[in-house]
Structure formats: C-alpha cells, structure tokens
C-alpha cells in the first residue's frame, strides 16, 4: 500500500516531505488538508493527526508527524540517495543549517501566527507584511554567512548533491517571493535555490504543480 501524505500545496513544511519522497523516487497518496478553511481542526483530522498539523505521513500503522522528523525517517528506511552525509560532522552541519531555516525563520511566519497577529493582535495588512518581511530576510541573511566560502558549500548547501537542508530551504523562498521579500542580499541561497529549482524534484512538487493549488 502506498504511504499518505496530509498536507497543503502552500505548507512548507509539506513542500519539504514531498521534495524529500520525489528525490527518493517513492510514490505516495496525496491527501490534501485545507489550512485556510480549518480543514486541520475538524474532529475528520483530528482523529488522524492529535497535533492537527500538516504535514503528517502515513506508512502503513505508522503516524509521522513534523517534516525534518519525516525526512529522517525516509532517508534510514529508504537509504538512497541519502539526504544526509555519512559523516558525523557533515550531517550536524546539514542538520543545523536545515533547523536555522525550520526553527529560527519559518515558525515566526507561518500561519498561524500570522492569523494570530491580525485576528488577535489587530495588526493591519500592511504591519503583518513588514513582520514577514523582516523575519524572513534577516534569517536568510544568516545562513547566507554560513554558506558562503564555507569549504563543504558546494553545488547544493552542502556538497554537490541534494540534503536535508535543501529540501528546508526551497520552500522557503518560494515563500519569501510570495511574500516580496528582498533577496538580492543572499547570493548564494539564491544560486543554491536556482540549482535546486532545475532538478525535477523540486520544481514538480512546488506548490503551483500541487493537485490542490488555487
């Protein structure tokens, strides 16, 4: 049986799974969860995912939940090609430039806590942008430092094949020129995405290629 995969084209944190599942060549079940419309709160999910977030995959009896613990998951049940080095330096290196994307920019902007500063907060329109914005291009300006001239940058964010750490940082700037951000101040991001976007793997499962894009 096929694995399921719940999530939304627009979810970055899904956008990864499936970069990670189409570098691996694995087919699966695209079942689409609609965020906007509070698909995810309904007891229907709930009763799949009792965090009722996306992305959450199903292998068999297998619940998993949160993207990078996902995509691990893959990579040691499905080894080629690996998405993390074999060494123990390469894969910490990996491993921190993914979370510098997943922990210190994407939860300051996604949606809920966007929602959270409108519905909540009353912050208007044009604040909540400047909020995107802000967050966005400054942690895209640190890992810029990280990976230009470092030795093990290479073709992708570490060396000359996909990792973990691309598969984190493609959608983000898909959400980031979405959003209008300024990114002629990350070169090499920029080169590392323009790579990343040529291969089948990542552009066939951006979000505008998604079975549920509006």
């Known amino acids: ?39 995810q709160l309904e007891e229907s999910y709930a009763a799949v995912s009792a965090a009722r977030l996306v992305p959450l995959l199903k292998d068999g009896d297998a619940a998993l939940t949160q993207s990078l613990a996902i995509i691990e998951y893959l990579d040691e049940t499905h080894p080629q090609p690996p998405l993390l080095p074999k060494d123990p330096l390469g894969r910490a290196r990996v491993r921190a430039l993914a979370l510098d994307v997943a922990c210190e920019i994407h939860p300051l902007n996604n949606l809920r806590v966007l929602r959270y500063l409108v519905r909540d907060l009353k912050v208007d329109e044009d604040d909540k942008n400047r909020w995107y914005r802000h967050w966005v291009e400054s942690g895209l300006a640190a890992l810029e430092r990280q990976l230009a001239h470092h030795p093990s940058t290479g073709a992708f964010c570490h060396g000359d094949a996909p990792t973990l750490a691309d598969c984190v940082l493609v959608p983000q700037i898909h959400n980031a020129q979405r959003f209008d951000c300024r990114l002629d101040h990350v070169p090499t991001v920029m080169r590392i995405f323009e790579r990343c976007m040529a291969l089948d793997a990542f552009a066939k499962t951006q979000p505008s290629a998604c079975p549920d894009a509006a």
């Not at 995969?5 to 189409?22: E, Q, T």
């Open 1 to 39: 049986m096929a694995m399921q995969l719940y999530n939304y084209f627009r979810s970055s944190a899904s956008y990864r799974v499936r970069i990670a599942l189409a570098l691996k060549g694995l087919a699966y079940d695209y079942m689409a969860v609609n965020l906007p419309a509070g698909e």
